[in-house]
């Protein structure tokens, strides 16, 4: 489905959010999040907006 939607030329709108991710023992890049209160991943997601894809 990806493509199938009219976009104006030059557009582009980014959805960017994150999640947390839990990780157990010791994982390399983990760290310690207080408000989660637990060792763990956070990435970025960067979704272009349009299509979704």
């Known amino acids: 489905m990806c ?3 009219v976009r104006q030329r030059g ?3 980014l959805d ?3 999640t947390d991710d839990p990780t157990h023992g ?3 890049l983990s760290f ?3 408000g989660y209160g637990q060792h763990m ?3 970025m997601l960067i979704f ?3 299509t979704g894809c």
């Open 3 to 5: 493509g199938d939607q």
């Open 11 to 13: 557009e582009i709108l």
């Open 16 to 18: 960017i959010d994150s």
């Open 26 to 28: 010791q994982q390399q």
């Open 32 to 34: 310690f999040n207080g």
């Open 41 to 43: 991943y956070h990435p």
């Open 48 to 50: 272009e907006r349009h």
